[in-house]
């Protein structure tokens, strides 16, 4: 199956901080990418979908201003969580897509924030 | 609003022992169905995708099975091992821009 990327797998970072996350498709060009996030013991929510070259659309609830994505090139997109919160503290993961095909997921993003 | 809902939350048997983890969904007009493997800490492995037309897919000791009209399927793991211990997420994709709606999942323990 093709391969996607996801960097990096773990960080810790003060509150008020910034923390930029990067999810490439190493094998193939993604049209689309999705991001989601999962709190302990729960299920993975869909925050946000990311065509290349356009602006992402965010779930309901989702802050735009704080989860800012980039999907500037067909094989890279990035989630930058901005003024970080302990309340973001979760694991972020994202998967990658080519029309008419399945999506592939990366190895998440697990953020601590202190 | 689609809904998935999978049953039992947690599950421990002794290896070798034959199990099925259940998943249910709201809304019968789904475009696909997918199980993954959640190891902890770590990222989604793709196990088994049934498309709406069929009725199940096999890979190795995994078989998964879907019944569209009841909004339900089963994930049967033959003669399991340690190694498969993990948490088993259901996930359904209602279109093909492949939103996916998640389970909360089953946590899988097998005993040696």
């Known amino acids: 199956g093709a391969v996607v990327s996801q960097h990096p797998s773990r960080v810790i970072c003060k509150s008020g901080t910034s923390v930029k996350i990067e999810c490439r498709s190493l094998?193939?060009?993604?049209?689309?990418m999705f991001w989601y996030r999962q709190f302990p013991k729960q299920s993975l929510m869909l925050m946000a979908t990311?065509?290349?070259?356009?602006?992402?659309?965010?779930e309901q609830g989702v802050e735009k201003d704080k989860f800012l994505i980039n999907h500037a090139s067909l094989t890279l997109s990035t989630l930058t969580v901005t003024s970080a919160h302990p309340e973001d503290s979760s694991f972020y993961i994202c998967?990658?897509?080519?029309?008419?095909?399945?999506?592939?997921f990366g190895q998440g993003t697990r953020l601590t924030v202190v | 609003k689609q809904e998935v809902t999978q049953i039992p939350a947690a599950l421990s048997v002794p290896e070798g022992e034959n199990l099925v983890l259940n998943c249910s969904f709201t809304?019968?007009?789904?475009?696909?169905l997918q199980w993954f493997r959640q190891d902890p800490g770590k990222g989604l492995t793709s196990l088994l995708l049934?498309?709406?037309s069929q009725r199940e897919q096999t890979s190795g000791r995994l078989n998964a099975s879907l019944d569209k009209s009841s909004g339900r399927s089963t994930l049967y793991i033959a003669a399991s091992q340690p190694g498969d211990s993990a948490t088993y997420l259901c996930?359904?994709?209602?279109?093909?821009?492949?939103?996916?709606?998640w389970g909360a999942g089953t946590k899988l323990i097998i005993k040696p």
């Open positions: 998967s990658a897509k080519v029309p008419s095909a399945e999506a592939f």
């Open positions: 094998d193939f060009q993604a049209t689309t």
């Open positions: 996930a359904v994709n209602s279109n093909s821009n492949y939103q996916l709606i």
């Open positions: 990311s065509n290349e070259g356009s602006k992402a659309t965010y």
């Open positions: 049934i498309q709406s």
């Open positions: 809304d019968s007009a789904i475009y696909n």
